[in-house]
């Protein structure tokens, strides 16, 4: 059962739950890893895949055009990208930082 985390848990307590759970080894998550896993991983790749052939066919033919939206895209999709990155990068150091506290 997975550690679920509830306003009146401590971090701690969460550590301790976590703690607890059985680790798997590098050959039980091999097995675990089914032909359904390896289907969604690649429709995943797939998909990433053909929204980049579209997008240079449709004449986005450098970088430039691709990462600026060819200098043509709105406030708001701009304004929604910055602010996803930055959420991102905010709970990729958090998560790290409240390991090194918590855990060591």
């Given at each position: ?46 998909v990433s895949a053909g929204i980049g052939i579209f997008f240079y066919w449709r004449g986005q033919h450098n970088n430039a ?40």
């Amino acid at each position: 059962m997975a550690a679920s985390w509830t306003d009146s848990q401590s971090y701690q307590d969460i550590i301790d739950e976590v703690r607890k759970q059985k680790l798997y080894s590098k050959d039980e998550l091999i097995e675990k890893f089914g032909w359904e896993e390896y289907f969604i991983f690649a429709m995943m790749l797939a998909v990433s895949a053909g929204i980049g052939i579209f997008f240079y066919w449709r004449g986005q033919h450098n970088n430039a055009q691709f990462l600026l939206g060819g200098k043509s895209m709105g406030t708001l999709p701009m304004t929604m990208s910055l602010i996803a990155r930055y959420e991102a990068t905010f709970q990729l150091l958090q998560s790290n930082n409240v390991l090194k506290k918590y855990v060591t």
